[in-house]
């Protein structure tokens, strides 16, 4: 089974920067659309972005303009450049296919927005 790994999380100041990366263990990703999800303290896991096979992209309006998805098929990665970081963005980052069936879920990367 397809296997996905997050990294690039970490601790970041308001307005601040990160660039996170999903490497997965196969190639078939590239047939799928994908997404970045995130899950918050007590809320539930919501699709934040996510970009089609032709590449085309949809974000939530909490963070249109300020995160970027893409993906890599040689590389076999889907990456999450996120800007104007600001604490309601904290939460754990997954990615997955951003339709069912879905993979199964990687750890996730945390990511935490705080002065």
């Known amino acids: 089974q397809v296997q996905l790994v997050e990294s690039g999380g970490g601790l970041v100041q308001p307005g601040g920067s990160l660039r996170l990366s999903c490497l997965l263990s196969?190639?078939?990703?590239?047939?799928?659309?994908m997404g970045w999800y995130r899950q918050a303290p007590g809320k539930q896991r919501e699709l934040v972005a996510d970009?089609?096979?032709?590449?085309?992209?949809n974000y939530a309006d909490s963070v249109k303009g300020r995160f970027t998805i893409s993906r890599d098929n040689a590389k076999r990665t889907v990456y999450l450049q996120m800007n104007s970081l600001q604490p309601e963005d904290t939460a754990v980052y997954y990615c997955?296919?951003?339709?069912?069936?879905?993979?199964?879920w990687g750890q996730g990367t945390q990511v935490t927005v705080s002065s």
């Open positions: 970009i089609t096979v032709g590449r085309t992209t």
């Open positions: 997955n296919k951003a339709n069912d069936p879905m993979y199964t």
């Open positions: 196969e190639g078939s990703f590239i047939f799928y659309g």
